[in-house]
């Protein structure tokens, strides 16, 4: 029998609550505050922090760091809003910092 295989997720590295859908990736070439970040569409199970605004690689953004809504660890950060128009395709999406995170379920 085969066996049925669900979509790949990415979980919290610490306490593998579910994060991201792997589906959900748009970009695998930001950023992050350690090291390499990648950015998506949706993001579940994590708390959005307050808004700050912050001076990133790409310019001025206003940003909210997400955690897990499990074990609290700052996960990444939401663009709540871009001041550049080229930035603008960010607004609303997530990034999730690839050492904060794990695969499950490939």
Not at 54 to 79: M, N, S
């Amino acid at each position: 029998m085969a066996e049925l295989i669900g979509p790949r997720i990415y979980s919290c590295c610490n306490c593998r609550n579910h994060v991201s859908l792997h589906d959900d990736i748009i970009s695998k070439a930001f950023q992050g505050r350690n090291g390499r970040a990648f950015l998506f569409s949706h993001a579940m199970n994590v708390v959005v922090g307050p808004k700050e605004d912050r001076h990133l690689l790409t310019g001025l953004h206003t940003v909210a760091d997400i955690y897990c809504a499990d074990c609290r660890e700052v996960l990444g950060w939401k663009y709540e809003r871009a001041y550049e128009a080229s930035q603008k395709y960010k607004e609303g999406k997530f990034i999730l910092e690839k050492s904060k995170i794990v695969k499950d379920n490939w």
